[in-house]
């Protein structure tokens, strides 16, 4: 919680008052002037009384099936109890306000009764959710701190009176609980107890649990500090930094200690957790009207799901009726699942293919004694790993065959391949076959890739746009820099340019951070771009940015669906015939015109739309140039018709709308 002083907005509405009356002696007015400031008076100190005295200091924000979050002013805390208020299971103190009281607080998502949203003084938003899926004995609420500038450190601490505190990292002098340690603000990392005898231990998880049956989890990708001070509470804090550092974290309650740990850290990385996560935030989506749509998951959560036993992945015997409303499950929902050619060194796959003889599966080189088959060792994703001999045609159909399989078993359509770059000969300075020199890997990879079927995504091309596949563009920062959003457009061109029409970009707003868009206008911006895309992708959900950018969301998306698609598909069409791009630079319509060579913040959707967005920080108006003098430009969003060959200049752009123009015949 930000540390700052909070308004506390007058409860007075503004009215008028029409008296109607057109002659009044002076006497009435003096008498009436009176009364007026009598009533006024009366009227204010009823005010500050309801203000001060009678206003309660506690209410209820959210409600679930058995506990509840409540705002209390007073002591300027977040508290869950049960609904009878006979158990209090965890307070948290979200900050160090002054003497000043803050006010009542107001849900800002008041249409959702899942969700509690509150700017604090514009200082940072607080954005709650209930999560209910999980056993009908568990809740949690997920909270989430954005501070809307940069010097803003959210501290946020939990009470240890009459609650016993376990969990978070080991310290020198371990206590059990963790109730009698001190420990300073400093960053949550392991370090060497020798060297620092007053940090954090070897074994660190972002996970406590209460004996009041409370479980806190923080979330991984966002630094925190943590200090803890015995026998009164322990406290997450953001550093002060340039950047806007979310706090975020989920709090879960349950009947005791005992179940609420064994639901929640027992399930960790289970079959189970991948499959309420991907049914929860399913449900957020069809809450927020976006069902319409593929959740990608990555490599780690589909080798979690395929790891299932397939009895137990359908078939498992339920004790809620609620459960049994959830199956099939997965197979309900429209998921892409994530795959590469490479295995760990310590699954049982790659021991039982040694195990088998079957060492030619994987990349190898024969021992110069007795020349057996050695494979080659490489680093995926942090792990030892060998990679998949795509030569071997043994291989590439055991291979094959994995695929289908997890495909029949989890009911998935859409695949994505990734890993095929890297190649363990060149990075052991080793020397490859012939076979695998250069980029060879990548080209056999999409060949494979397109056997799968043409729902197919891989993550690298080379001499592979012959064929029906999507590419998925990389990563980009979310900025305003050419790594960011301006790098979008010269992206798209260069992609289309080389016969790659159909790919997936980066995530609205930029994914390479890991972490949550925090820029409304980048967000908004970026989202025009994308509508105009073959497909509109997301890492933060567009709800996490609010009302404002969730319905502009959803206005996007029908655009797309209505106008955008169906012209991709109609110069998809002559790309396969003609070899056209579907996406071109201004310079096709106009090849001799030596402006539109450098242009690359307009594109044409084949020869008939001009998309000219803004990608400029703070502007909302651009200069747009219209190439081809033999035709006309009309702007879509206001019916305005320009000569081609015209620069525009500050053409108005506002924040909600994107620069469209159709082409025209002269």
């Known amino acids: 919680m930000p540390h700052t ?63 509840g979050l409540i705002w209390d002013r007073r002591t300027h805390s977040l508290i869950i109890q049960t609904l009878t208020e006979d158990k209090t299971f965890v307070e948290i103190d979200v900050g160090n306000f002054p003497a000043l009281e803050v006010s009542f607080v107001k849900n800002l998502c008041w249409l959702n009764k899942t969700e509690f949203c509150y700017t604090w003084d514009s200082i940072a938003d607080l954005k709650i959710s209930l999560e209910s899926e999980y056993s009908p004995g568990t809740e949690c609420y997920s909270i989430h701190w954005i501070p809307l500038h940069c010097q803003v450190d959210l501290k946020d601490c939990f009470s240890m009176d ?22 300073a603000l400093q960053p949550f990392v392991v370090s060497n107890l020798r060297n620092n005898p007053t940090g954090f231990g070897s074994v660190l998880e972002r996970y406590f649990l209460g004996s009041s049956g409370v479980a806190l989890f923080i979330a991984q990708d966002i630094p925190v500090h943590i200090s803890i001070d015995s026998r009164k509470h322990f406290c997450l804090q953001t550093h002060l930094s340039t950047e806007l ?101 310590d699954t049982r796959q790659f021991q039982t293919s040694l195990q088998e003889g079957r060492e030619d599966y994987w990349l190898s080189l024969p021992s110069k004694t007795d020349g057996y088959l050695v494979p080659l060792l490489t680093k995926w994703k942090g792990k030892f790993s060998v990679k998949l001999n795509i030569t071997n045609h043994a291989a590439v159909n055991w291979f094959l065959d994995q695929v289908s399989s997890l495909q029949a078993k989890l009911g998935v359509e859409y695949i994505t391949l990734e890993g095929g770059e890297g190649n363990p000969f060149t990075e052991q300075a080793l020397e490859p076959p012939k076979t695998l020199a250069g ?55 260069h992609y289309s340019l080389l016969g790659y029409n159909f790919f997936i970009p980066d995530a609205v707003g930029g994914s390479l951070s890991s972490e949550l868009v925090t820029d409304e206008e980048l967000f908004i911006r970026w989202l025009q771009i994308a509508t105009f895309l073959p497909v509109i992708s997301f890492w933060t959900p567009p709800w996490m940015c609010g009302d404002r950018v969730l319905n502009l969301t959803r206005s996007y998306i029908l655009k797309h669906q209505d106008s955008v698609v169906p012209l991709i598909i109609q110069y998809a069409e002559e790309w396969v015939s003609q070899g056209r791009p579907v996406f071109r630079p201004v310079w096709w319509i106009s090849p001799d015109d030596p402006v539109t060579y450098t242009i690359d913040d307009e594109f044409l959707i084949g020869d008939e739309m001009l998309v000219a967005p803004v990608t400029e920080r703070g502007e909302v108006q651009r200069d747009i140039y219209l190439p081809g003098s033999e035709y006309q430009w009309m702007d879509t969003n206001n019916g305005k018709v320009f000569d081609g060959g015209t620069l525009l200049e500050n053409y108005s752009v506002p924040l909600e709308e994107v620069a469209v123009f159709q082409r025209r015949c002269s």
């Open 5 to 67: 002083r909070t308004r506390n907005p007058s409860p007075i509405p503004e009215v008028t008052w029409d008296s109607g009356l057109k002659e009044m002696n002076e006497t009435w007015k003096g008498a009436v002037a009176c009364l007026g400031v009598a009533i006024f008076f009366v009227m204010t100190i009823g005010i500050i009384y309801w203000q001060v005295v009678d206003q309660p200091s506690k209410n209820w924000i959210l409600k679930g099936s058995f506990s």
């Open 439 to 493: 980029d060879e890997y990548i080209s056999l990879f999409a060949e494979i890739a397109a056997k799968i079927g043409n729902s197919s995504i891989i993550t690298a091309g080379t001499r592979s746009n012959h064929l029906p596949l999507f590419v998925r563009m990389s990563p980009l920062q979310s900025d305003w820099s050419y790594s960011g959003i301006k790098g979008i457009i010269p992206s798209i061109l």
């Open 162 to 183: 009459n609650i016993s505190w376990y969990g978070g990292a080991g310290v020198r002098a371990q206590n059990w609980p963790i109730n009698n340690v001190n420990i």
């Open 245 to 345: 550092v979310p706090l975020q974290y989920m709090v879960c309650v349950g009947n005791n200690i005992k179940t609420v740990h064994q639901e929640l850290l027992a399930n960790a990385d289970s079959g189970a957790k991948v499959e309420r996560e991907l049914r929860t935030f399913f449900n957020r989506l069809k809450r927020h009207k976006l069902e319409e749509g593929v959740i990608s998951i990555n490599e780690h959560s589909t080798t979690i799901l395929s790891d299932m036993d397939h009895e137990s992945f359908y078939g498992r015997k339920k004790s809620t009726l609620r459960h049994t409303r959830d199956l099939p499950r997965v197979k309900l929902l429209n998921i892409s699942i994530t795959l590469s050619p490479y295995t760990s060194v």
